[in-house]
C-alpha cells in the first residue's frame, strides 16, 4: 500500500519570488508562516538552489526530512527543465531534479508551477469535484496554466504562450500581472487584455470552468466582474498559496 505523509514541504519557484511553507497535506492548509526570498537576479541554476536552500532555513525545515515537494515555472519532462520563459537560459533541457536532491541532500519530487497550483484547486479548492474540463492561469511574473480534466491533470499545457496574432506575441508578454504593472494598466485596461486571453482559450478548449491564480488573484473582484465569458471564472481559494500546497500535496503523494 502506498503511505501518504501527513505534512509536507512545497517550495514554489517563481520569476519573482520563491515561497515555501510546511503543509497538513490532508486538509491543504498551512501550517507554518510562509517564508519568501527574492529569486536571484538571472534565475541561473546554482543561484535558485542557493535561494531555495535559505528559503528552506528561514522555515527551519532544511535538515527536516518530511516530503519535498518544488514547483517551477517551465515546462519539466522526466526530471528536467525542458524552458526558460522567465528563467536563464541554462535550464533548458537541464537535469534539475537531480541538480536540487544533489544540492539538497534528499529526494524531492519536481514539477510545472501551474500544474501544482492545479492540484492544490482540485484536491482542495475552486476545482474540487468539478467535472469535464477545468483551467486554471497564474497572472504573474508570465502566465501559467494546468488542464485538468474530471480530476486528471495534463501536464504541461503551457498555455500562457499561445499567440496573439494581431501583435505576434505570446499572451503571458500582453496579459501577465507583471505586463499590467510596466505599463502601469488600469484593472479596465487590463481586463481587456484578459477579455482577449480567456475568450479565446474558451474557444480553443470549451472548458467548464475557468480558476485564476497567482498574486493578483486576491484582487480578482477588481477585474473578474469586467470578463464578459460563457465560463464561470473564479479566484483560486489558495491565491498564491497553491503553488505551495499543491507542491507539497505531489511530494506526499
Ligand atoms: C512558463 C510556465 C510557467 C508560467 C508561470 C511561463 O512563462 O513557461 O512553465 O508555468 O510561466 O510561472
Redesign the pocket.
Known amino acids: 500500500m502506498t503511505e501518504i505523509a501527513a505534512r509536507a514541504v512545497g517550495v514554489d519557484i517563481?520569476?519573482t519570488g520563491i515561497k515555501a511553507g510546511v503543509v497538513d497535506v490532508t486538509t491543504g492548509t498551512l501550517i507554518s508562516t510562509r517564508a519568501k526570498v527574492a529569486t536571484p537576479e538571472g534565475a541561473k541554476p546554482r543561484d535558485v538552489l542557493a535561494a531555495v536552500e535559505q528559503v528552506l532555513d528561514l522555515l527551519d525545515v532544511a535538515e527536516d526530512k518530511i516530503p519535498l515537494g518544488v514547483a517551477f515555472?517551465?515546462?519539466i519532462k522526466s526530471g528536467r527543465t525542458m524552458?526558460a520563459?522567465?528563467v536563464s537560459d541554462e535550464w533548458i533541457g537541464f537535469e534539475a531534479e537531480k541538480f536540487f536532491e544533489d544540492g539538497l541532500g534528499r529526494d524531492i519530487h519536481f514539477a510545472?508551477?501551474?500544474d501544482v497550483a492545479g492540484i492544490a484547486e482540485v484536491r482542495f479548492g475552486a476545482a474540487k469535484d468539478q467535472a469535464g474540463l477545468t483551467i486554471l492561469t497564474?497572472l504573474?511574473?508570465?502566465?501559467?496554466?494546468a488542464m485538468i480534466y474530471n480530476g486528471v491533470l495534463v501536464p504541461n499545457s503551457?498555455l500562457?504562450?499561445v499567440q496573439r496574432a494581431k501583435h505576434g506575441k505570446d499572451a503571458?508578454a500582453y496579459a501577465a500581472n507583471s505586463v499590467m504593472e510596466r505599463l502601469g494598466l488600469s484593472w479596465a485596461q487590463w481586463a481587456k487584455r484578459l477579455q482577449w486571453y480567456y475568450s479565446h482559450l474558451e474557444f480553443l478548449f470549451s472548458p467548464d470552468l475557468f480558476v485564476v491564480g497567482g498574486g493578483v488573484s486576491k484582487s480578482s473582484d477588481k477585474f473578474l466582474p469586467l470578463l464578459d465569458l460563457k465560463t464561470p471564472i473564479v479566484p483560486a481559494v489558495h491565491r498564491n498559496n497553491a503553488g505551495i500546497i499543491g507542491a507539497a500535496a505531489l511530494a506526499a503523494d
Open positions: 517563481g520569476g515555472p517551465a515546462i524552458s520563459a522567465n510545472n508551477d501551474a497564474t504573474g511574473t508570465g502566465i501559467g496554466s503551457e500562457g504562450h503571458e
